[in-house]
Protein backbone atom coordinates (compact mmCIF):
# COMPACT_ATOMS: atom_id res chain seq x y z
CA UNK A 1 0.00 0.00 0.00
CA UNK A 2 1.83 3.43 -1.11
CA UNK A 3 0.14 6.50 0.16
CA UNK A 4 0.80 9.55 -1.51
CA UNK A 5 0.24 12.82 0.17
CA UNK A 6 -2.22 12.83 3.11
CA UNK A 7 -5.33 11.95 1.45
CA UNK A 8 -4.42 10.04 -1.47
CA UNK A 9 -4.10 5.88 -0.96
CA UNK A 10 -3.16 3.70 -4.16
CA UNK A 11 -3.42 -0.06 -4.10
CA UNK A 12 -4.63 -2.71 -5.93
CA UNK A 13 -7.90 -3.80 -4.06
CA UNK A 14 -9.87 -1.90 -1.77
CA UNK A 15 -12.18 -4.13 0.62
CA UNK A 16 -15.15 -2.71 2.91
CA UNK A 17 -15.65 -4.33 5.91
CA UNK A 18 -14.29 -6.71 8.38
CA UNK A 19 -16.88 -8.80 9.28
CA UNK A 20 -17.23 -12.57 8.17
CA UNK A 21 -16.62 -11.67 4.26
CA UNK A 22 -14.25 -8.59 4.58
CA UNK A 23 -11.88 -10.52 6.83
CA UNK A 24 -11.70 -14.09 5.06
CA UNK A 25 -11.17 -11.97 1.66
CA UNK A 26 -8.48 -10.10 3.19
CA UNK A 27 -6.62 -13.52 4.46
CA UNK A 28 -6.82 -14.58 0.94
CA UNK A 29 -5.43 -11.51 -0.78
CA UNK A 30 -2.45 -11.94 2.18
CA UNK A 31 -1.93 -15.41 1.07
CA UNK A 32 -1.74 -14.15 -2.13
CA UNK A 33 0.70 -11.30 -1.73
CA UNK A 34 -1.74 -9.12 -2.75
CA UNK A 35 -1.55 -5.32 -1.92
CA UNK A 36 -4.68 -4.28 -0.38
CA UNK A 37 -6.60 -1.81 2.28
CA UNK A 38 -9.62 -3.09 4.35
CA UNK A 39 -11.69 -0.22 5.17
CA UNK A 40 -14.18 -0.29 8.43
CA UNK A 41 -16.36 2.40 9.70
CA UNK A 42 -16.29 0.71 13.11
CA UNK A 43 -13.09 0.73 15.52
CA UNK A 44 -13.42 -3.24 15.36
CA UNK A 45 -13.15 -5.57 13.49
CA UNK A 46 -16.35 -8.33 13.48
CA UNK A 47 -19.25 -6.43 11.53
CA UNK A 48 -22.32 -7.87 12.58
CA UNK A 49 -20.69 -9.44 15.89
CA UNK A 50 -19.15 -6.23 16.65
CA UNK A 51 -22.22 -3.58 16.30
CA UNK A 52 -24.98 -6.10 18.02
CA UNK A 53 -24.38 -6.05 21.42
CA UNK A 54 -27.80 -6.61 22.61
CA UNK A 55 -28.47 -9.43 25.68
CA UNK A 56 -29.27 -12.75 25.09
CA UNK A 57 -27.31 -12.38 21.48
CA UNK A 58 -26.58 -15.62 19.55
CA UNK A 59 -26.05 -17.55 16.86
CA UNK A 60 -28.70 -20.11 15.39
CA UNK A 61 -25.94 -21.82 13.62
CA UNK A 62 -24.40 -24.84 14.94
CA UNK A 63 -20.77 -23.89 15.81
CA UNK A 64 -18.77 -26.34 13.64
CA UNK A 65 -20.16 -24.25 10.98
CA UNK A 66 -20.48 -20.84 11.77
CA UNK A 67 -16.31 -20.58 11.33
CA UNK A 68 -14.15 -20.43 8.44
CA UNK A 69 -13.50 -23.50 6.98
CA UNK A 70 -9.88 -24.50 8.15
CA UNK A 71 -10.13 -22.43 11.15
CA UNK A 72 -12.11 -24.23 13.38
CA UNK A 73 -14.14 -22.41 16.50
CA UNK A 74 -12.42 -24.35 19.25
CA UNK A 75 -12.91 -22.59 22.65
CA UNK A 76 -17.03 -22.06 22.68
CA UNK A 77 -18.39 -23.05 25.83
CA UNK A 78 -22.04 -24.04 23.41
CA UNK A 79 -23.26 -25.48 20.55
CA UNK A 80 -24.73 -22.29 19.49
CA UNK A 81 -21.97 -19.27 20.37
CA UNK A 82 -23.05 -15.94 22.30
CA UNK A 83 -21.99 -12.43 19.74
CA UNK A 84 -19.04 -11.68 22.10
CA UNK A 85 -17.58 -15.42 21.19
CA UNK A 86 -18.11 -14.98 17.52
CA UNK A 87 -16.29 -11.70 17.77
CA UNK A 88 -13.53 -12.41 19.82
CA UNK A 89 -12.59 -15.45 17.32
CA UNK A 90 -12.90 -12.86 14.78
CA UNK A 91 -10.90 -10.46 16.48
CA UNK A 92 -8.02 -13.45 16.83
CA UNK A 93 -8.37 -14.02 13.03
CA UNK A 94 -7.09 -10.56 11.78
CA UNK A 95 -4.31 -10.78 14.47
CA UNK A 96 -3.30 -14.28 13.47
CA UNK A 97 -3.52 -13.63 9.64
CA UNK A 98 -2.27 -10.98 9.03
CA UNK A 99 -5.33 -9.33 8.31
CA UNK A 100 -4.96 -6.45 10.70
CA UNK A 101 -2.25 -4.45 9.20
CA UNK A 102 -4.79 -3.82 6.26
CA UNK A 103 -7.24 -1.92 8.19
CA UNK A 104 -8.25 1.08 8.13
CA UNK A 105 -10.56 1.79 10.83
CA UNK A 106 -13.09 4.22 11.23
CA UNK A 107 -13.39 4.78 7.86
CA UNK A 108 -16.87 5.13 6.28
CA UNK A 109 -17.42 4.84 2.86
CA UNK A 110 -19.70 7.45 1.06
CA UNK A 111 -18.72 7.62 -2.52
CA UNK A 112 -17.25 4.99 -5.03
CA UNK A 113 -16.61 5.74 -9.10
CA UNK A 114 -15.37 3.96 -11.22
CA UNK A 115 -13.05 5.63 -13.54
CA UNK A 116 -12.57 5.49 -17.22
CA UNK A 117 -9.74 7.10 -17.62
CA UNK A 118 -7.55 5.51 -15.76
CA UNK A 119 -9.74 2.01 -15.03
CA UNK A 120 -9.41 2.46 -11.45
CA UNK A 121 -11.65 2.36 -8.40
CA UNK A 122 -11.77 5.46 -6.58
CA UNK A 123 -13.47 5.25 -2.72
CA UNK A 124 -13.91 7.84 -0.89
CA UNK A 125 -14.51 7.79 3.01
CA UNK A 126 -16.31 10.45 4.95
CA UNK A 127 -12.50 11.72 6.13
CA UNK A 128 -11.49 13.22 2.96
CA UNK A 129 -9.69 9.95 2.07
CA UNK A 130 -9.24 8.98 -1.46
CA UNK A 131 -8.55 5.12 -1.94
CA UNK A 132 -7.75 4.34 -5.60
CA UNK A 133 -7.16 0.85 -6.95
CA UNK A 134 -8.09 -1.43 -9.59
CA UNK A 135 -10.55 -3.60 -8.04
CA UNK A 136 -13.09 -3.06 -5.25
CA UNK A 137 -14.60 -5.87 -3.23
CA UNK A 138 -17.83 -4.87 -1.31
CA UNK A 139 -18.27 -6.94 2.00
CA UNK A 140 -20.58 -4.30 3.29
CA UNK A 141 -23.17 -6.65 4.80
CA UNK A 142 -27.07 -6.64 4.48
CA UNK A 143 -27.85 -5.88 7.75
CA UNK A 144 -26.03 -3.27 9.40
CA UNK A 145 -28.64 -0.31 8.68
CA UNK A 146 -31.27 -0.81 11.90
CA UNK A 147 -34.76 0.00 10.70
CA UNK A 148 -35.86 2.73 13.06
CA UNK A 149 -39.78 3.12 13.91
CA UNK A 150 -41.39 5.64 11.71
CA UNK A 151 -44.46 6.64 14.16
CA UNK A 152 -46.03 9.85 14.65
CA UNK A 153 -45.02 11.04 17.82
CA UNK A 154 -41.71 8.96 18.64
CA UNK A 155 -40.06 12.01 19.12
CA UNK A 156 -42.01 12.91 22.28
CA UNK A 157 -41.52 10.25 23.92
CA UNK A 158 -40.27 10.83 27.29
CA UNK A 159 -37.86 7.88 28.02
CA UNK A 160 -35.37 5.89 25.92
CA UNK A 161 -35.46 4.11 22.81
CA UNK A 162 -32.87 2.06 21.33
CA UNK A 163 -33.02 -0.77 18.35
CA UNK A 164 -31.67 -4.08 19.49
CA UNK A 165 -28.58 -3.55 16.88
CA UNK A 166 -27.97 -0.28 18.98
CA UNK A 167 -28.28 -1.61 22.57
CA UNK A 168 -27.15 1.23 24.79
CA UNK A 169 -25.78 -0.24 28.17
CA UNK A 170 -26.41 2.64 30.44
CA UNK A 171 -30.13 2.73 30.23
CA UNK A 172 -31.00 1.06 33.32
CA UNK A 173 -34.07 -1.35 32.27
CA UNK A 174 -34.18 -3.75 35.92
CA UNK A 175 -37.09 -2.19 37.72
CA UNK A 176 -38.74 -0.59 34.52
CA UNK A 177 -41.64 -0.44 32.24
CA UNK A 178 -40.34 -1.60 28.97
CA UNK A 179 -42.01 -2.25 25.47
CA UNK A 180 -40.37 -4.66 22.92
CA UNK A 181 -41.69 -3.54 19.17
CA UNK A 182 -41.38 -6.67 17.11
CA UNK A 183 -40.86 -10.29 17.10
CA UNK A 184 -37.97 -11.48 14.94
CA UNK A 185 -35.03 -13.42 15.78
CA UNK A 186 -33.19 -10.92 18.26
CA UNK A 187 -36.52 -9.80 19.93
CA UNK A 188 -36.96 -13.65 20.47
CA UNK A 189 -33.25 -13.51 21.94
CA UNK A 190 -33.77 -10.61 23.84
CA UNK A 191 -37.70 -10.85 25.50
CA UNK A 192 -36.26 -14.15 27.85
CA UNK A 193 -33.06 -12.25 29.37
CA UNK A 194 -35.40 -8.87 30.07
CA UNK A 195 -37.56 -10.95 32.36
CA UNK A 196 -35.03 -13.08 33.46
CA UNK A 197 -31.59 -12.22 34.77
CA UNK A 198 -32.40 -8.20 33.46
CA UNK A 199 -35.80 -8.07 35.19
CA UNK A 200 -38.08 -5.57 33.81
CA UNK A 201 -40.92 -4.90 36.04
CA UNK A 202 -43.09 -4.62 33.04
CA UNK A 203 -43.00 -6.15 29.71
CA UNK A 204 -45.13 -5.29 27.09
CA UNK A 205 -44.46 -7.55 23.68
CA UNK A 206 -46.43 -5.77 20.64
CA UNK A 207 -46.60 -8.44 17.70
CA UNK A 208 -47.58 -7.77 14.38
CA UNK A 209 -47.27 -11.65 12.82
CA UNK A 210 -45.98 -14.32 15.01
CA UNK A 211 -42.79 -15.78 14.36
CA UNK A 212 -42.13 -19.44 14.81
CA UNK A 213 -39.88 -20.66 17.40
CA UNK A 214 -38.92 -24.24 17.78
CA UNK A 215 -38.04 -25.47 21.61
CA UNK A 216 -34.03 -25.70 20.70
CA UNK A 217 -31.76 -25.17 23.51
CA UNK A 218 -28.67 -24.46 23.50
CA UNK A 219 -26.30 -27.19 24.62
CA UNK A 220 -22.63 -26.89 26.15
CA UNK A 221 -20.09 -28.13 23.36
CA UNK A 222 -16.76 -28.77 24.34
CA UNK A 223 -13.63 -28.04 22.59
CA UNK A 224 -13.39 -31.18 20.84
CA UNK A 225 -10.23 -31.22 18.51
CA UNK A 226 -9.92 -31.09 14.99
CA UNK A 227 -11.21 -33.80 13.92
CA UNK A 228 -14.09 -34.35 15.92
CA UNK A 229 -14.91 -30.59 14.72
CA UNK A 230 -14.89 -31.84 11.32
CA UNK A 231 -17.06 -34.82 11.80
CA UNK A 232 -19.73 -32.79 13.65
CA UNK A 233 -19.61 -30.27 10.93
CA UNK A 234 -20.06 -32.57 8.11
CA UNK A 235 -23.18 -33.93 10.57
CA UNK A 236 -24.41 -30.23 10.43
CA UNK A 237 -23.58 -29.29 6.88
CA UNK A 238 -26.33 -32.47 6.22
CA UNK A 239 -28.80 -31.62 9.05
CA UNK A 240 -29.20 -27.67 7.83
CA UNK A 241 -29.08 -28.87 3.97
CA UNK A 242 -32.30 -31.43 4.88
CA UNK A 243 -34.25 -28.47 6.30
CA UNK A 244 -33.08 -26.80 3.52
CA UNK A 245 -34.90 -29.45 1.51
CA UNK A 246 -37.87 -29.58 3.49
CA UNK A 247 -37.95 -25.61 2.77
CA UNK A 248 -37.33 -26.15 -0.84
CA UNK A 249 -38.68 -29.17 -2.51
CA UNK A 250 -39.89 -31.59 0.43
CA UNK A 251 -42.74 -29.01 2.17
CA UNK A 252 -44.81 -31.98 3.47
CA UNK A 253 -42.27 -32.25 6.08
CA UNK A 254 -43.04 -28.87 7.16
CA UNK A 255 -46.32 -29.87 8.97
CA UNK A 256 -43.75 -31.94 11.42
CA UNK A 257 -41.58 -29.31 12.09
CA UNK A 258 -44.80 -26.96 13.06
CA UNK A 259 -46.23 -29.85 15.40
CA UNK A 260 -42.77 -28.89 16.83
CA UNK A 261 -43.37 -25.04 17.37
CA UNK A 262 -46.87 -25.73 18.53
CA UNK A 263 -45.84 -27.87 21.76
CA UNK A 264 -42.98 -25.10 22.19
CA UNK A 265 -46.14 -22.63 22.69
CA UNK A 266 -48.74 -24.98 24.22
CA UNK A 267 -45.55 -26.33 26.63
CA UNK A 268 -45.74 -22.97 28.17
CA UNK A 269 -49.19 -21.02 27.50
CA UNK A 270 -52.13 -22.04 29.24
CA UNK A 271 -54.72 -19.44 28.32
CA UNK A 272 -56.11 -20.45 24.80
CA UNK A 273 -56.77 -16.89 23.27
CA UNK A 274 -52.82 -16.27 24.31
CA UNK A 275 -51.93 -19.35 22.69
CA UNK A 276 -54.21 -18.45 19.21
CA UNK A 277 -52.13 -15.14 19.37
CA UNK A 278 -48.90 -16.87 19.22
CA UNK A 279 -49.91 -19.25 16.55
CA UNK A 280 -48.73 -18.01 13.04
CA UNK A 281 -51.18 -19.01 10.27
CA UNK A 282 -48.31 -19.50 7.54
CA UNK A 283 -45.93 -22.05 6.78
CA UNK A 284 -42.60 -22.64 9.21
CA UNK A 285 -39.61 -21.26 7.52
CA UNK A 286 -41.77 -18.37 5.49
CA UNK A 287 -39.84 -16.24 8.05
CA UNK A 288 -36.81 -16.73 9.71
CA UNK A 289 -37.40 -19.29 11.92
CA UNK A 290 -36.56 -18.49 16.01
CA UNK A 291 -34.92 -21.34 18.27
CA UNK A 292 -35.55 -20.69 21.93
CA UNK A 293 -37.09 -22.92 24.88
CA UNK A 294 -37.28 -19.47 27.24
CA UNK A 295 -39.52 -17.17 24.97
CA UNK A 296 -43.24 -18.88 25.04
CA UNK A 297 -41.92 -18.73 28.76
CA UNK A 298 -41.32 -15.15 28.97
CA UNK A 299 -44.44 -14.20 27.50
CA UNK A 300 -46.32 -16.73 30.06
CA UNK A 301 -44.18 -14.53 33.12
CA UNK A 302 -46.50 -12.83 34.47
CA UNK A 303 -44.69 -8.92 33.83
CA UNK A 304 -45.22 -9.77 30.06
CA UNK A 305 -48.23 -8.33 28.13
CA UNK A 306 -48.45 -9.60 24.29
CA UNK A 307 -50.22 -6.74 22.62
CA UNK A 308 -51.05 -7.56 18.94
CA UNK A 309 -53.28 -4.55 18.49
CA UNK A 310 -52.13 -2.46 15.82
CA UNK A 311 -49.80 0.83 17.21
CA UNK A 312 -51.45 4.07 16.53
CA UNK A 313 -48.95 6.17 17.68
CA UNK A 314 -46.67 7.41 20.29
CA UNK A 315 -46.90 9.63 23.60
CA UNK A 316 -44.93 11.11 26.19
CA UNK A 317 -46.40 8.11 28.33
CA UNK A 318 -45.76 5.19 26.15
CA UNK A 319 -47.62 3.36 23.09
CA UNK A 320 -51.07 4.33 22.19
CA UNK A 321 -52.60 1.02 19.98
CA UNK A 322 -55.90 0.71 18.51
CA UNK A 323 -58.36 -1.85 18.17
CA UNK A 324 -60.46 -3.18 15.17
CA UNK A 325 -63.35 -1.00 16.51
CA UNK A 326 -61.14 1.94 16.90
CA UNK A 327 -61.35 2.27 20.56
CA UNK A 328 -57.43 3.72 21.43
CA UNK A 329 -55.08 1.90 24.23
CA UNK A 330 -52.18 4.15 26.09
CA UNK A 331 -49.68 1.09 27.16
CA UNK A 332 -47.22 3.48 29.56
CA UNK A 333 -43.98 2.60 29.41
CA UNK A 334 -40.02 3.94 30.60
CA UNK A 335 -37.93 2.53 27.50
CA UNK A 336 -38.95 1.45 23.82
CA UNK A 337 -37.04 -0.91 22.62
CA UNK A 338 -36.82 -1.40 18.88
CA UNK A 339 -36.81 -4.87 17.70
CA UNK A 340 -37.88 -3.73 13.97
CA UNK A 341 -35.28 -5.38 12.17
CA UNK A 342 -32.83 -3.67 8.94
CA UNK A 343 -33.31 -1.96 5.86
CA UNK A 344 -31.89 -4.96 3.87
CA UNK A 345 -33.02 -5.19 0.48
CA UNK A 346 -32.73 -1.06 0.21
CA UNK A 347 -29.50 -0.89 2.32
CA UNK A 348 -27.64 -0.45 -1.16
CA UNK A 349 -29.37 3.43 -1.03
CA UNK A 350 -26.38 4.57 1.80
CA UNK A 351 -23.68 4.70 -0.74
CA UNK A 352 -23.09 6.81 -3.92
CA UNK A 353 -21.80 4.59 -6.46
CA UNK A 354 -20.95 5.40 -10.00
CA UNK A 355 -19.86 2.60 -13.14
CA UNK A 356 -18.75 3.41 -16.73
CA UNK A 357 -19.62 6.88 -18.46
CA UNK A 358 -20.24 7.66 -14.38
CA UNK A 359 -23.40 5.87 -14.56
CA UNK A 360 -25.53 6.41 -11.63
CA UNK A 361 -25.28 2.81 -10.02
CA UNK A 362 -28.08 3.66 -6.90
CA UNK A 363 -30.58 5.00 -9.78
CA UNK A 364 -30.58 1.60 -11.72
CA UNK A 365 -30.59 -0.54 -8.85
CA UNK A 366 -33.61 1.45 -8.06
CA UNK A 367 -34.71 1.00 -11.68
CA UNK A 368 -33.87 -2.67 -12.90
CA UNK A 369 -34.18 -4.03 -8.79
CA UNK A 370 -31.33 -5.46 -6.88
CA UNK A 371 -29.87 -8.60 -8.65
CA UNK A 372 -26.30 -9.86 -9.45
CA UNK A 373 -24.42 -12.13 -11.37
CA UNK A 374 -23.97 -15.34 -9.09
CA UNK A 375 -25.08 -12.84 -6.07
CA UNK A 376 -21.29 -11.56 -6.66
CA UNK A 377 -20.73 -9.00 -9.80
CA UNK A 378 -23.34 -6.47 -11.62
CA UNK A 379 -23.26 -6.40 -15.13
CA UNK A 380 -21.84 -3.13 -16.76
CA UNK A 381 -20.00 -2.62 -12.84
CA UNK A 382 -15.71 -3.44 -13.76
CA UNK A 383 -13.71 -5.48 -11.41
CA UNK A 384 -16.63 -4.98 -8.62
CA UNK A 385 -17.14 -7.85 -6.51
CA UNK A 386 -20.04 -7.96 -3.43
CA UNK A 387 -19.60 -10.64 -0.92
CA UNK A 388 -23.03 -12.04 0.31
CA UNK A 389 -24.94 -10.19 -2.32
CA UNK A 390 -28.01 -10.83 -3.81
CA UNK A 391 -29.50 -13.83 -3.21
CA UNK A 392 -26.93 -15.79 -1.49
CA UNK A 393 -28.35 -15.18 1.84
CA UNK A 394 -29.90 -18.14 3.64
CA UNK A 395 -32.74 -19.16 5.58
CA UNK A 396 -31.33 -22.96 6.57
CA UNK A 397 -27.34 -22.91 6.38
CA UNK A 398 -24.60 -21.14 7.26
CA UNK A 399 -23.44 -17.37 4.92
CA UNK A 400 -19.88 -18.33 6.09
CA UNK A 401 -20.29 -21.78 3.20
CA UNK A 402 -21.09 -19.18 0.69
CA UNK A 403 -18.84 -16.10 1.73
CA UNK A 404 -15.98 -18.77 1.08
CA UNK A 405 -17.24 -20.05 -1.87
CA UNK A 406 -17.79 -16.25 -3.45
CA UNK A 407 -14.01 -15.75 -1.51
CA UNK A 408 -12.64 -18.22 -3.89
CA UNK A 409 -14.47 -17.55 -6.84
CA UNK A 410 -13.32 -13.52 -6.52
CA UNK A 411 -9.52 -15.03 -6.59
CA UNK A 412 -10.21 -17.61 -9.93
CA UNK A 413 -11.78 -14.50 -11.77
CA UNK A 414 -8.92 -12.25 -10.81
CA UNK A 415 -6.39 -14.89 -11.91
CA UNK A 416 -8.07 -14.88 -15.16
CA UNK A 417 -7.86 -11.27 -15.48
CA UNK A 418 -4.11 -11.29 -15.00
CA UNK A 419 -3.94 -13.97 -17.17
CA UNK A 420 -5.39 -12.04 -20.11
CA UNK A 421 -2.83 -10.03 -21.42
CA UNK A 422 -4.24 -6.39 -22.65
CA UNK A 423 -7.05 -6.70 -20.72
CA UNK A 424 -7.32 -4.20 -17.53
CA UNK A 425 -10.88 -4.91 -15.87
CA UNK A 426 -13.64 -7.66 -16.63
CA UNK A 427 -17.70 -7.60 -15.41
CA UNK A 428 -19.93 -10.52 -16.36
CA UNK A 429 -21.83 -10.14 -19.81
CA UNK A 430 -25.84 -8.63 -19.40
CA UNK A 431 -27.89 -11.35 -20.98
CA UNK A 432 -25.46 -14.23 -19.39
CA UNK A 433 -26.62 -12.38 -16.04
CA UNK A 434 -30.65 -12.00 -16.86
CA UNK A 435 -30.80 -15.39 -17.65
CA UNK A 436 -28.80 -16.43 -14.39
CA UNK A 437 -31.35 -14.10 -12.35
CA UNK A 438 -34.41 -15.48 -14.52
CA UNK A 439 -33.91 -18.91 -13.65
CA UNK A 440 -33.30 -18.01 -9.50
CA UNK A 441 -36.56 -16.43 -9.57
CA UNK A 442 -38.38 -18.95 -11.03
CA UNK A 443 -36.94 -21.18 -8.29
CA UNK A 444 -39.17 -19.82 -5.37
CA UNK A 445 -41.90 -20.71 -7.09
CA UNK A 446 -43.97 -22.76 -4.62
CA UNK A 447 -41.40 -22.34 -1.60
CA UNK A 448 -42.31 -21.05 1.60
CA UNK A 449 -40.45 -17.65 1.20
CA UNK A 450 -43.23 -16.76 -1.18
CA UNK A 451 -46.09 -17.16 1.29
CA UNK A 452 -45.73 -14.28 4.00
CA UNK A 453 -44.86 -11.15 3.44
CA UNK A 454 -40.84 -11.36 4.71
CA UNK A 455 -37.88 -9.12 4.76
CA UNK A 456 -36.49 -11.26 1.68
CA UNK A 457 -38.90 -9.74 -0.61
CA UNK A 458 -38.76 -6.66 -2.54
CA UNK A 459 -42.25 -5.92 -3.08
CA UNK A 460 -41.59 -2.99 -5.48
CA UNK A 461 -40.13 -6.01 -8.28
CA UNK A 462 -42.39 -9.03 -6.69
CA UNK A 463 -38.97 -10.46 -6.47
CA UNK A 464 -36.52 -12.44 -3.69
CA UNK A 465 -33.52 -10.33 -4.21
CA UNK A 466 -31.77 -11.95 -1.01
CA UNK A 467 -32.04 -15.61 -0.60
CA UNK A 468 -30.82 -18.16 -2.04
CA UNK A 469 -33.45 -21.04 -3.66
CA UNK A 470 -31.88 -24.18 -3.48
CA UNK A 471 -29.09 -25.97 -1.70
CA UNK A 472 -25.66 -24.82 -0.46
CA UNK A 473 -24.25 -27.87 -2.21
CA UNK A 474 -25.29 -25.98 -5.39
CA UNK A 475 -23.63 -22.88 -4.97
CA UNK A 476 -20.42 -24.08 -4.09
CA UNK A 477 -20.68 -26.43 -7.15
CA UNK A 478 -21.61 -23.33 -9.14
CA UNK A 479 -18.53 -21.29 -8.05
CA UNK A 480 -15.92 -23.59 -8.90
CA UNK A 481 -15.36 -22.59 -12.18
CA UNK A 482 -15.08 -19.56 -14.21
CA UNK A 483 -17.03 -19.62 -17.02
CA UNK A 484 -14.83 -16.81 -19.86
CA UNK A 485 -17.56 -16.86 -22.32
CA UNK A 486 -19.80 -15.11 -19.05
CA UNK A 487 -17.74 -12.49 -19.07
CA UNK A 488 -17.33 -8.38 -21.35
CA UNK A 489 -13.73 -6.94 -20.95
CA UNK A 490 -12.13 -3.80 -20.55
CA UNK A 491 -9.05 -3.60 -22.66
CA UNK A 492 -6.06 -1.21 -21.01
CA UNK A 493 -5.57 2.10 -23.26
C1 LIG B 1 -28.42 -9.52 15.07
C2 LIG B 1 -27.96 -10.44 13.98
C3 LIG B 1 -27.92 -11.79 14.20
C4 LIG B 1 -27.51 -12.63 13.19
N1 LIG B 1 -27.52 -13.96 13.45
C5 LIG B 1 -27.13 -14.81 12.48
C6 LIG B 1 -27.14 -16.19 12.72
O1 LIG B 1 -27.52 -16.61 13.80
N2 LIG B 1 -26.76 -17.03 11.74
C7 LIG B 1 -26.34 -16.54 10.52
O2 LIG B 1 -26.00 -17.34 9.65
N3 LIG B 1 -26.32 -15.23 10.26
C8 LIG B 1 -26.71 -14.36 11.21
N4 LIG B 1 -26.70 -13.03 10.96
C9 LIG B 1 -26.25 -12.57 9.65
C10 LIG B 1 -24.79 -12.09 9.71
O3 LIG B 1 -24.81 -10.75 9.35
C11 LIG B 1 -23.93 -12.91 8.79
O4 LIG B 1 -23.94 -14.24 9.27
C12 LIG B 1 -22.47 -12.48 8.70
O5 LIG B 1 -21.97 -12.07 9.94
C13 LIG B 1 -22.28 -11.38 7.66
O6 LIG B 1 -20.92 -11.04 7.57
P1 LIG B 1 -20.43 -9.91 6.56
O7 LIG B 1 -18.97 -9.78 6.76
O8 LIG B 1 -20.89 -10.23 5.19
O9 LIG B 1 -21.20 -8.57 6.97
P2 LIG B 1 -21.18 -7.78 8.35
O10 LIG B 1 -20.82 -8.64 9.47
O11 LIG B 1 -22.47 -7.04 8.39
O12 LIG B 1 -19.99 -6.72 8.17
C14 LIG B 1 -20.15 -5.57 7.38
C15 LIG B 1 -18.90 -4.73 7.48
O13 LIG B 1 -18.98 -3.68 6.51
C16 LIG B 1 -18.63 -2.46 7.08
N5 LIG B 1 -19.31 -1.38 6.36
C17 LIG B 1 -20.60 -1.34 5.92
N6 LIG B 1 -20.84 -0.19 5.27
C18 LIG B 1 -19.69 0.51 5.31
C19 LIG B 1 -19.30 1.78 4.80
N7 LIG B 1 -20.14 2.58 4.14
N8 LIG B 1 -18.02 2.20 5.01
C20 LIG B 1 -17.13 1.42 5.68
N9 LIG B 1 -17.45 0.21 6.19
C21 LIG B 1 -18.71 -0.24 6.00
C22 LIG B 1 -19.06 -2.58 8.54
O14 LIG B 1 -18.31 -1.70 9.34
C23 LIG B 1 -18.69 -4.04 8.82
O15 LIG B 1 -17.33 -4.15 9.17
C24 LIG B 1 -27.12 -12.14 11.93
C25 LIG B 1 -27.17 -10.77 11.71
C26 LIG B 1 -27.58 -9.92 12.72
C27 LIG B 1 -27.62 -8.44 12.44
Known sequence: MTSTGNVTVQTDVVIVGTGFSGLGMSRRLCEMDIDHVVLTKESEVGGTWFLNTYPGLCCDIPIPL?????????????????????NRYLINFSYEYGVRDHIRFNSEIDEAHWSDEDHCWHVFTTDGTEYVAPVAISGAGALHIPKHLEIDGIETFHGDVMHTAEWDHSVQLAGKRVAVVGTGASSIQVVPELVGD???AELKLFQRTPPWVLPIGNPSYKSRGKLKHYAYRLYWYLYQEALGVALTKQTWILPFLQRWGIQNIHRAIKDPVLREKLTPKYPIGGKRIGKSK???????????????????????????????NGVETLHEVDVIIEGTGFEVVESYRHLRLFGINGEDLVAKMDRVGLKAYKGTMFPGVPNFFILLGPNTGLGHNSVILMIEAQIEWVTKVLRMRDRMKGVDALMPNHDVSEKHNAELQAAFEGTVWTKVKNWYQDPRFGTIPTLWPWLVGKFRKQMKHVRREDFDFIISR
Open 198 to 200: INV
Open 66 to 86: YCYRDVPFLDAKRLFPTGPEI
Open 294 to 324: KYYLAIADNRTTLVTDSINRICPAGIVTIDE
